[in-house]
């Protein structure tokens, strides 16, 4: 069945004059710059109305707006390649909208239909396609989030909402391989909470926690589980994976308290086309520890939207550091990080569907 809002007509206000020529693209921090414009569509009352392409800039906002006060608010984070042939292409839209779609049920809130979540990407990335990057590793990042706008105190289910989706050129996320900590300070979610949902409190809640880790000379926090700060759950932006004696380990998604990665489940993916043993399961700090001190570990890295695939050089556990060897260029790590690149700048042949491009 054809959605009926991937057919619709979005009004489109355009910019007098692009920001564009003052940036220099080759040269750019992540989320620091923006495009000219972006999509914007209401919930009001059961219904998605209104949807327009403006020039980026301020929203008004009333001082009561729900999603300020009681935390209505959820994101997605995917990109837009250049590929050699200078084509645009995507990465598996379809499955971060199912993932928003989740977020939103979680968080009782409405579901934006499919078709008029990719309609509103698709136009606003072909208005403002001159910004994607032409650059190796460089992508154009797509942010749509969506947040209660009901202007009222009180809790509750609101009746209204803003979808938005604004587009910066990015840089890659970290530059060289990253040394994590396995806090049992703090808890990032616990089953039956918001820890499978991109929810806008999840990441406000890891703030402290990451800026303490990082006073300590680590670049994320490794999060251990809710019931006994012993299992693996994800890093702080990214999940994270174990090759011990040449098979790979990322912890499992039962307990429904890790964020379900889109480039964790395409890794997962490529790893059995390839034959190469992967096990989702539960692992323990104590097993990573013994494991090291055995020197069966291969190397660890962590998968994400923003950081792709990036090795991981060692991990804090208890004021104690464990050193990690890091894989040359014929690593799992290294193989995934280049295969994924390749298929998402559209250079490589992929049998999976995951593709698409501008049309």
Not at 128 to 136: G, I, M, S, T
Not at 161 to 172: A, E
Not at 183 to 204: E, F, I, L
Not at 317 to 333: A, R
């Amino acid at each position: 069945m054809t959605d009926i809002h991937s057919n619709i007509t979005i009004p489109t206000t355009k910019v007098k004059e692009s920001s564009l020529s003052q940036l220099d693209l080759a040269n750019i921090r992540f989320g620091h710059a923006f495009t000219d414009h972006m999509f914007v569509v209401d919930y009001d009352n059961g219904k998605w109305v209104n949807p327009q392409i403006k020039p980026f800039g301020p929203i008004q906002m009333h001082p009561a707006t729900s999603s300020i006060h009681y935390g209505q608010s959820i994101f997605e984070g995917m990109k837009a390649h250049r590929s050699k042939d200078g084509e645009i292409v995507f990465f598996r839209m379809d499955d971060h909208a199912t993932r928003f779609c989740y977020s939103a049920k979680r968080m009782a809130m409405p579901e934006i239909p499919k078709g008029l979540f990719r309609k509103g990407i698709m136009e606003l990335v072909k208005l403002d396609q001159a910004w994607v990057p032409n650059k190796e590793g460089y992508s154009l990042y797509i942010r749509p989030y969506m947040f209660a706008t009901d202007e009222f105190i009180g809790i509750r289910r609101a009746s209204h909402y803003k979808f938005m989706v604004i587009l910066s050129p990015v840089s890659g996320y970290y530059s060289g391989a990253v040394e994590v900590y396995a806090s049992t300070k703090y808890t990032r979610a616990a089953p039956g909470g918001t820890g499978m949902a991109k929810a806008a409190g999840n990441y406000a809640a890891a703030i402290l926690p990451a800026e303490e880790i990082k006073d300590n000379g680590y670049d994320q926090i490794l999060w251990l589980d809710g019931r006994n700060h012993t299992n693996l759950q994800e890093i702080g932006t990214m999940n994270v994976f174990v090759v011990i004696n040449g098979e790979v380990h990322t912890p499992s998604l039962f307990e429904g308290t890790i964020l379900p990665g889109i480039t964790r489940d395409s890794a997962i993916q490529l790893l059995k086309s390839w034959n190469i043993p992967i096990h989702e399961r539960e692992i323990s700090i104590h097993e990573l520890i013994e494991a090291h001190q055995k020197g069966t570990i291969n190397e660890m890295f962590g998968s994400g939207t923003a950081a792709t695939i990036s090795s991981i050089k060692g991990f804090g556990h208890n004021d104690l550091h464990y050193e990690v060897p890091l894989g040359d260029e014929k690593s799992i790590s290294a193989r995934l990080k280049n295969s994924l690149q390749e298929i998402k700048q559209g250079n490589a042949t992929e049998s999976f569907g995951w593709v698409e491009k501008l049309a």
